[in-house]
């Protein structure tokens, strides 16, 4: 199969006199959403890059994240500054060596021509990848039925969420129905029923002092944003300044979930917020942007919203997707109705927006107490 010509050359730096792992690559969007998932994953400013912690648990997790999809080119790296762990010419050909096939470059350019957001082609890839690792010894088109039932099974014993499951039938399926154009080869595999889960919200006084815990205007404005604007994060990060339309107190969101364009509402609290936030930091095109342009990344984003959730004290962990969820319970609960906060949130079925009705506090406010 050929592989995908992406490279990611390691460097050494030194920041705050801790050792640190550098990645330099050209922009690329998939490149750019796998490194976002890093964990630990930094930017620096004074050397235009991302980084890590040099350890070796960082290292691995590098080269198994783009095994398949990039060649990490750690030969300045390990070269330059051996790791002081073992000999440094061994760890350089374990790390670099792969026994596994690598992923086709089709099945990239498919994802790319659906037009994919840069999660769901992370997801995909990650969990195709992890297939082909699984039956690293056999041709993929030599796989049957059979062979997808026992990954899966593999799967449930490590104990994998049925939303990990879903996902990685999905990305099995996009490469002989998508790619290859096999019809529905596997559409008879049995899918994990799903699991009906509470969305887990905050209270309107918790989020008012999330935000108020926010010095940083920028970062007050992301969250603001996220909450009463009801936005995924994804939404968020694509806003561009022409999105925010302040003589109709509207947010356009572009291309959501689905591919599919909605009108959300502008705070009028949060606009003079992001007018000091735009005065401040004058972003060129996209509404939040990052250090070196262009949309901020999404780990950042999640970063601000614990650590804000952290400092009010709120003991849940708090993501930005709670967020959006407490922003549909609380519309609900000040008697908003259902079709619009369905339109709101850009939901397709409005079965997907009757959850909510389950959190809210009035829903159950008329019940009597038996125990009075």
Known sequence: MEAIRISITLKHLLIENEPKVGLQ????PIVQSLVDSLSDIEWSDKFNMHYCPNTKRHLNEIYNKFRGIAWVNGNYFFRDKPIKVGSSKNKSKRLSKSSTQTIPTRYIEKLELKAYSANTIRTYVSCFHAYLDYHSSRSINSLDENDVRNYLRFLVNKGKSDSYLNQAINSIKFYYEVVLGMPNRFYQIERPRKRKKLPEVLSQIEVKSLIAHIDNVKHKCIVGLLYSAGLRRSELLALKLKDIDS?????????GKGNKDRITVLSKNLLS?????????RPQEYLFEGPGGGPYSASSGLKIVAKAACKAKIRKKVTPHMLRHSFATHLLEKGTDLRTIQILLGHNSSKTTEIYTHVAENSFKDIEDLLN
Do not use: H, P, T
């Not at 003589?247 to 291309?255: A, E, G, H």
């Open 273 to 281: 917020d992001l007018q000091s936030y735009y005065r401040c930091f």
């Open 247 to 255: 003589k109709r107190m509207l947010v356009i969101v572009r291309q």
């Open 25 to 28: 690559f050209r922009a690329n």
